[in-house]
């Protein structure tokens, strides 16, 4: 029966839909049906931030990541910590645009016009004339899912809410006396003796008993468990295997080749000489006036002499780098220059002389000198190169096609992956010992979480049904199939007996190695003239650690040198045991004046991060801030 409702499932929803309507037609919809009342997680300043919300703010930020970072894999995203953590970056937003109304914080016309012209993108979209080219801009935002208008009020609103925190941590000050105290005992160093008891030097006293074997086992089962596992079958659709499919008509070939041959040929270069008078773009208005003056009287001057240019560069032109060899700048392409001058360049003719042009870094005459044209290849020479961008080109087209056939075919043959595989000419591979969590450094279709959710899904174990069609990257699909699946389960003993046993053995040697390292350092404690295996001393700080565990150094840094020698002793775990004795503290070199610059500068800003944070928890109990839903608790494992 279910096997022919999806064979006919369009028939199928055809007549829930003739269904359905009547009733919504007679009975009427709910007036809450499509109103928000949803669950409330988090309430900021009296105003709610529902369920819906909060889920929708996380799939835009898990779609934003999965367009940077295709491969990533989705359960990370999707994990209770991921979404918290969306969750906990929406509060923060309300309590500080809270804070800007509050304090009337408002972001004028030309503030927000500065910013939007320290944004690169925005700033390369400006014309010689410096207007801006508002369509390219509105295809700029667009991309971002906005409006110009909209983009600017997110932006003005981001200016606001950043003068919330940023007048808290920009006034941040510490004295030197304050910055020294701190960063002295942050580096503090100590000359220490250390003992180690390693484990592998008391593996030969351990000598295990089957009994002991045993009883380790039933006590260490989970260490034991063989993780679910299949033999799968899967194929890709990818932008390669539609590329493949293409055969290209010779006609079109030949078009392309008309349409495209200055463009395939390569860059056309210009070489150009010039006279600038120097005028950075931030000199006196009065300094730039002079400035364009002096070369306005030039630029007459080799008007009426053209020949004399190379003559009055070198005399004038405050280019240093070109004033010598007559302003000549040798041969460019585009974007070798600065765009105004770039420009005015390959808007001339041989020969030409331009008007003044203004760059940033003054005003310029140029002489167009020279233009080479690259060489017209034929036809044969530039098939190859044709040949796989007009395919690229069509692939690019048809994917969306193809996977439409795609999903389609291995939904409506879901007993196997043949079919669409030979409708599409894809390739059937295989692979075993696949686990719903794939192995650290596995890449591919079987590293994507989400096509090992739908493999792993009890409807895909039970029915070896294909799975649906998975987007794993940009025009990137896969499904997959289990061919055979073993369950998770306990390893018998006979099977992990050697793993037990050396288990058995690491554990038992690393608790006498500790025992005897506690023995040692009671002793050591009570005679310290006694103490013998210490090795020579070392000298330890945090950031100089010498190789040594960082358990032992923080225990290190943290004895009590009231009285000194001073001992600790450290478990290690399956490292052993650790005892230190601390004979001394080292005063701190003086820094050198570049060093001891930027660790002012890195305290500063751990310092004014630390009051960022306490301002922020200071708006939030201003502002009432609640989070209804608890904090998701992080397993270790």
Known sequence: MFESIRKHSKIVMLLLFLLIIPSFVLVGIDSNYFSETGVVVARVDG?????????NAHKMETDRIRAQSPGVDAKLLDSPEARYATLERMVRDRVFQAAAQKMHLVTSDSRLARSLQEIPAIAELRRPDGSLDAEAYRALVGAQGLTPEGFEANVRRDISVNQVVGGVMGSTFS?????KLSLDALYQRREVQIARFNPADFSGKVTPTDADLESYYQTHTADFQQAEQAAVEYVVLDIDSVRAGITLN???LRTYYKENVARLAGKEERRASHILINALKDAPAADREKAKARATQLLEQVRKAPATFAEVAKKSSEDTGSAATGGDLNFFGLGAMVKPFEDAAFAMKKGDISEVVETDFGYHIILLTDIKTPRQPSFEELRPSME???KQQQAQRKFAEVAESFANGVYEQSDSLNPVAEKLQLKVMTASGVTRTPAPGTTGPLANGKLLEALFSSDSIENKRN??????????????RVSTYTAARTLPLDEVRPRVRSLYIAEKSAELARKEGEAKLAAWKSAPDNAAGLLPAIVVSRDQPQNQPRPLVDAVLGANTATLPAWVGVDLGAQGYAVAKVNRLVP???????????ERQQYLQWWSNAEGLAY???LKDRFKVQIKVPRPQVTSG
């Not at 105003?47 to 889920?55: E, N, V």
Request: proline share 4%.
């Open 388 to 390: 796989a961008e007009l």
């Open 175 to 179: 004295t030197d006396a304050q910055v």
């Open 616 to 618: 922020y928890e200071l």
């Open 588 to 598: 701190r070199e003086t820094p050198n004046e570049q060093i001891a610059l930027q």
């Open 467 to 480: 799975t649906e069609a998975v987007e794993i990257g940009p025009s990137q699909m896969a499904a997959a």
């Open 47 to 55: 105003q709610d931030i529902k369920q819906t919300d909060w889920d």
């Open 250 to 252: 010779e006609d079109d």
